[in-house]
Nanobody
Framework: VQLQASGGGWVPPGGSLRLSCTAS????????MTWFRQAPQAEREFVAA???????YYADSAKGRFTISRDSAKNTVYLQMNSLKPEDTAVYFC??????????????????WGQGTQVTVSS
């Protein structure tokens, strides 16, 4: 299984970005796709997750600003990020696992990772 993340970049505070993560080698059916992020000198933290059978979950910092969605036909998950803040600056990683787990917020539960895409929010 390979995960390819894209869509990062620079935006000013208040701006928007949409990240994409496409899986190859296995259908995401029955699994969970999650976005994590890691700022410099910080631990990797949970951002949002989506279960292929339904259900999405968000970190408190993402609620109301970020939306995770999926396109089954493309085996792709998106993270729409609005009202971005400087504290959202980080490398964003997508991760996948089968099957879903109640521990979906923990990075060590994931077997497959994308390469990371940098998001920078600054004026």
């Amino acid at each position: 299984v390979q995960l390819q993340a894209s869509g990062g970049g620079w935006v000013p505070p208040g701006g928007s970005l949409r990240l994409s993560c496409t899986a190859s080698g296995r259908t995401l059916s029955g699994g969970t796709m999650t976005w994590f992020r890691q700022a410099p000198q910080a631990e990797r933290e949970f951002v949002a997750a989506i279960r292929w059978i339904g259900g999405s979950y968000y970190a408190d910092s993402a609620k109301g600003r970020f939306t995770i969605s999926r396109d089954s036909a493309k085996n792709t998950v998106y993270l729409q990020m609005n009202s971005l803040k400087p504290e959202d600056t980080a490398v964003y990683f997508c991760a996948a696992r089968w099957p879903h787990t109640v521990r979906y917020r923990y990075a060590d539960e994931y077997d497959y990772w994308g390469q990371g895409t940098q998001v920078t929010v600054s004026s």
